[in-house]
């Protein structure tokens, strides 16, 4: 079975600080997505990562995937209170049949 | 526009009580999904379909029911044996199976 792990389930951090979130899955997968998740929302797209050694930015957001490790990282930096969420990763099923997610990791971004 | 609408954005459900939850997207995707969410947890996949007439049990599909009679709709009927029923629904869909999906709103169902 497919699981996707992502550490740490919580994290809080100061404004201006910096910080990795990661995401380990078990089965090769040349592809994984990064959602976010405000409280009471549904989620938003955050990242798309197509291939091994795939790099993507967004403000002060950046994704990465090595496939080969079986690992993505959601690097902050210079956290704001606005990055505040819960941050999932997803990888593809057997077959591609189906998404598994990650547990999330809750963001608190304190002044 | 396009996107997925999901409605009612609250639902209450009474024991013994089946509801239906709906999806449609106008974005023309093959596929779709539905999740329930616990609070404070991640997600679980209930059903998915990957084409019209077609929809495949997920983890969690005890005491659901699903339907896929056209392609922009996905309803998920929430049955009197789900005994535990209160969470966050949502339904999500993408181009194809394995793609970026792209998620609806929402419906919070709450049983009194």
């Known amino acids: 079975e497919l699981k996707v792990e992502q550490n740490p389930l919580f994290l809080s951090m100061q404004e201006g600080k910096n910080y990795t979130i990661y995401c380990n899955y078990s089965?090769?997968?040349?592809?994984l997505y990064w959602y976010r998740q405000d409280p009471g929302k549904s989620l938003e797209s955050l990242f798309v990562?197509?291939?091994?050694?795939a790099v993507k930015q967004e403000g002060r957001l950046m994704a990465s995937l090595d496939t080969k490790a079986r690992l993505s990282t959601l690097h902050i930096t210079a956290a704001v209170h606005d990055l505040s969420a819960t941050y999932f990763c997803?990888?593809?099923?057997?077959?591609?049949?189906?998404?598994?997610f990650g547990a999330g990791t809750r963001l608190t971004v304190k002044p | 526009d396009g996107g997925i609408t999901q409605s009612p954005k609250y639902l209450f459900r009474k024991e013994g009580q089946n509801v239906t939850l709906s999806c449609e997207q106008n974005?023309?995707?093959?596929?779709m999904y539905w999740y329930r969410q616990d609070p404070g947890q991640g997600l679980r996949l209930i059903y998915y379909?990957?084409?019209?007439?077609?929809?495949q049990k997920g983890d969690i599909a005890e005491g659901y029911s699903v339907s896929r009679e056209k392609k922009e709709s996905f309803p998920l009927t929430v049955t009197s044996a789900q005994k535990n029923p209160t969470a966050f629904y949502l339904c999500?869909?993408?181009?194809?199976?394995?793609?970026?999906?792209?998620f609806g709103p929402g419906t919070r169902l709450t049983v009194l």
């Open positions: 999500a869909s993408s181009w194809l199976e394995g793609a970026e999906q792209f």
């Open positions: 089965t090769t997968s040349d592809r």
């Open positions: 990562l197509l291939s091994n050694g």
């Open positions: 997803a990888v593809p099923g057997y077959n591609n049949n189906d998404m598994r």
């Open positions: 974005l023309n995707h093959d596929a």
């Open positions: 379909s990957q084409i019209v007439n077609d929809f």
